[in-house]
């Protein structure tokens, strides 16, 4: 079964650097989304991205982030300067057409800021 | 606003015996449900949806919820608890004018042999 694929599993990263989170959605779905999970809490929409563009996004995806499809596989998620409150699991989701499709999740990207 | 509740922070439950997992949901219009589990490490599985339709919904690996509109409930059962389905559990909420899930905080459910 297709699977989504994030890489690295775990980043390590010093406050204020940037990083960039990859992705490699399931090959035909058409819509992408970052979620993410701080350790012991709920899992957060951040954004999602469709037809190139963002569709939508939350209050936490506030301009030291950005998302992209630099290719026909890749979805990316930078951080521009990272603080200590970034660290975080992060998970990309993608999903086929239609609203009522279920998003399928990759394994996450453990983000750790020292 | 949307918003989901998962009251239990966990659940125990003997292998054999019948589980619920609780979920309450609160949307503005018509609701699209879903049930998601994390195995340890593992990002978020589909388990099972809520569209529209019959109330009782089958997903995988034995799950099946029941849609409830009048207690606003989305409640995931399994009739017989396998150790296997030990793990956390996710209730998550969508609307037809947004893409986003709103998710609970997680329910981790204990199955002892």
């Known amino acids: 079964e297709p699977e989504v694929t994030q890489t690295p599993s775990h980043q390590v990263t010093q406050m204020g650097q940037e990083v960039i989170l990859r992705c490699v959605p399931i090959?035909?779905?058409?819509?992408f989304y970052w979620y993410r999970q701080i350790l012991g809490q709920k899992v957060e929409f951040l954004v999602s991205f469709y037809n190139n563009e963002i569709s939508e996004k939350s209050e936490i995806f506030d301009d030291q982030f950005s998302v992209e499809r630099p290719d026909g596989s890749n979805f990316t998620l930078k951080i521009r300067s990272t603080k200590l409150e970034d660290s975080a699991m992060y998970f990309c989701?993608?999903?086929?057409?239609?609203?009522?499709?279920?998003?399928?999740f990759g394994d996450g990207t453990r983000l750790s800021i020292l | 606003a949307q918003s989901v509740a998962q009251p239990e922070d966990q659940v125990n439950v003997a292998e054999g015996n019948p589980l619920t997992v609780k979920c309450t949901y609160s949307?503005?219009?018509?609701?699209?449900l879903f049930w998601y589990v994390q195995y340890p490490n593992r990002g978020l599985q589909f388990l099972l949806k809520y569209i529209t339709g019959d109330n009782l919904v089958k997903g995988s690996y034995g799950f099946e919820a029941e849609f409830n509109k009048s207690q606003t409930s989305f409640h995931l059962k399994k009739p017989s608890a396998l150790v296997s389905d030990s793990a956390l559990y996710f209730c998550?909420?969508?609307?037809?004018?947004?893409?986003?899930?709103?998710f609970g905080t997680g329910t981790r459910l204990q199955v002892f042999p």
């Open positions: 989701a993608s999903k086929t057409t239609g609203k009522v499709q279920p998003q399928h």
């Open positions: 998550a909420v969508g609307e037809i004018n947004t893409d986003k899930l709103i």
């Open positions: 090959s035909n779905h058409l819509y």
């Open positions: 949307v503005s219009g018509n609701p699209y």
